[in-house]
């Protein structure tokens, strides 16, 4: 069973980046068939789909137009965990932020999630 | 970027009916949609992928339909449990994109 658990500050001021950590059971951040996604939730923006990394042959990332510029998602195969940071943020920014796993050789959408965390940009 | 419409916004029915949820493709996105359940305070579940695949563990009472543009996930019989938000998202193109939602709510 594939568990995900996040980790990081609920409360980032606006400039600043926004940092996030999403734990690893059950399966590696390595894996050749899975994806490792970050995915924000906000009532003006709904469900957004931010961006992921995986690992074929070398690790790849693939991120939102909207963030490209802002984002970064970094694997850390010693820990098996990924994290999120995003630069530059706004109140904009503020959403419910969740890592989510998808695979190749699964179902291929969103099959796990983690429990979400609850950023909001103020000052 | 393929847009998601779900119809309606909110349904409010009684436990034991039936509940028919729309969504609809700015372009064709093949049978790449799935249907997620989003209960306060959780993360969303997945419960049907492919159009009409259900995933591991989700009740024969929910069903998903339809192609190319047009889907339909249908509640045959809503348990108390079953009230929540639903949400279509498709896998066709990048970036992957999802519908804003239909709250199933107690009449």
């Known amino acids: 069973q594939v568990q995900l658990q996040q980790s990081g500050p609920g409360l980032v001021k606006p400039s600043q980046t926004l940092s996030l950590t999403c734990a690893i059971s059950?399966?590696?951040?390595?894996?050749?068939?899975?994806?490792w996604n970050w995915i924000r939730q906000s009532p003006s923006r709904g469900l957004e789909w931010l961006g992921r990394t995986y690992y074929r042959s070398k690790w790849k990332n693939d991120y939102a137009v909207s963030v490209k510029s802002r984002i970064s998602i970094n694997p850390d195969t010693s820990k098996n965990q990924f994290s999120l940071q995003l630069s530059s943020v706004t109140p904009e920014d503020t959403a419910v932020y969740y890592c989510?796993?998808?695979?190749?050789?699964?179902?291929?959408?969103?099959?796990?999630w983690g429990q979400g965390t609850l950023v909001t940009v103020s000052a | 970027e393929i847009v998601l419409t779900q119809s309606p916004a909110t349904l409010s029915l009684s436990p034991g009916e039936r509940a028919t949820l729309s969504c609809r493709a700015s372009?064709?996105?093949?049978?790449?949609l799935a249907w997620y359940q989003q209960k306060p305070g959780q993360a969303p579940r997945l419960l049907i992928y492919d159009a009409s695949k259900r995933a591991t563990g989700i009740p024969a009472r929910f069903s998903g339909s339809g192609s190319g543009t047009d889907f339909t996930l249908t509640i045959s019989s809503l348990e108390p449990e079953d009230f929540a938000a639903y949400y279509c998202?498709?896998?066709?193109?990048?970036?992957?994109?999802f519908g804003p939602g239909t709250k199933v709510d107690i009449k």
């Open positions: 989510a796993r998808d695979d190749d050789q699964g179902m291929n959408y969103f099959d796990y």
């Open positions: 998202q498709q896998r066709s193109n990048w970036p992957r994109t």
């Open positions: 372009q064709s996105v093949s049978s790449y």
């Open positions: 059950g399966d590696s951040v390595s894996s050749n068939s899975a994806a």
